[in-house]
T-cell receptor, first 115, second 112 residues
Framework: DVKVTQSSRYLVKRTGEKVFLECVQD?????MFWYRQDPGLGLRLIYF???????EKGDIPEGYSVSREKKERFSLILESASTNQTSMYLC??????????????FGEGSWLTVV | GENVEQHPSTLSVQEGDSAVIKCTYS??????FPWYKQELGKRPQLIID?????GEKKDQRIAVTLNKTAKHFSLHITETQPEDSAVYFC???????????FGSGTRLQVQP
């Protein structure tokens, strides 16, 4: 059974703080993702990674960065948290799969509140 | 990139009725269309998917249909039960990315 683990379920941070969200997967998946979930907006892709030390911007990368030093770990970094980054953050992983399609497995999510 | 539109945003049905959720996509090269279910407070999980070489796929009470010409696909749930109440997301792969672009979600409520 695929397991994607996000280290923090609930966080409250102050405006301007640097925030780290950690994610680990145990299935040796090449691909890892960070999505943001907001009501009425669905799941929006922030960043993704195909391999160690490799990253690509998604649809909403502004205000975020990522780090992938090991294959199983993908971290999302908010350099200077702002109130509009209050949201649910979902980490996910997948194998390459056939064509462009592949099953994505999600973590439980991290609820971040910036005050 | 890929644009995925999902309708309706909310859907309320009586237990035992059918529910249909529709999505359209923009990239004609897309070849994989999954549906995810997210129960309250839980992670999204894949419930069914379809690849572009078939027009329909069924798994017990759920089915997905694909119309590549019109670039839309739909989730069908028959004989709905209260445990079907959740948010459902459709998705499609954007060009050149091993990621998925998701629709905005449909909150399904099954009234007992």
């Amino acid at each position: 059974d695929v397991k994607v683990t996000q280290s923090s379920r609930y966080l409250v941070k102050r405006t301007g703080e640097k925030v780290f969200l950690e994610c680990v997967q145990d299935m040796d998946h090449e691909n890892m993702f960070w999505y943001r979930q907001d009501p009425g907006l669905g799941l929006r892709l922030i960043y993704f990674s195909y391999d160690v030390k490799m990253k690509e911007k998604g649809d909403i990368p502004e205000g975020y960065s990522v780090s992938r030093e090991k294959k199983e770990r993908f971290s999302l970094i908010l350099e200077s948290a702002s109130t509009n980054q209050t949201s649910m953050y979902l980490c996910a992983s997948s194998t390459p799969g056939r064509g462009r399609g592949n099953t994505i497995y999600f973590g439980e999510g991290s609820w971040l509140t910036v005050v | 990139g890929e644009n995925v539109e999902q309708h309706p945003s909310t859907l309320s049905v009586q237990e035992g009725d059918s529910a249909v959720i529709k999505c359209t996509y923009s990239d004609s090269a897309s070849n994989y269309f999954p549906w995810y279910k997210q129960e309250l407070g839980k992670r999204p999980q894949l419930i069914i998917d379809i690849r572009s070489n078939v027009g329909e796929k069924k798994d017990q009470r759920i089915a997905v249909t694909l119309n590549k010409t019109a670039k839309h696909f739909s989730l069908h749930i028959t004989e709905t039960q209260p445990e079907d109440s959740a948010v459902y997301f459709c998705a499609a792969p954007p060009p050149g990315r091993r990621a998925l672009t998701f629709g905005s979600g449909t909150r399904l409520q099954v009234q007992p």
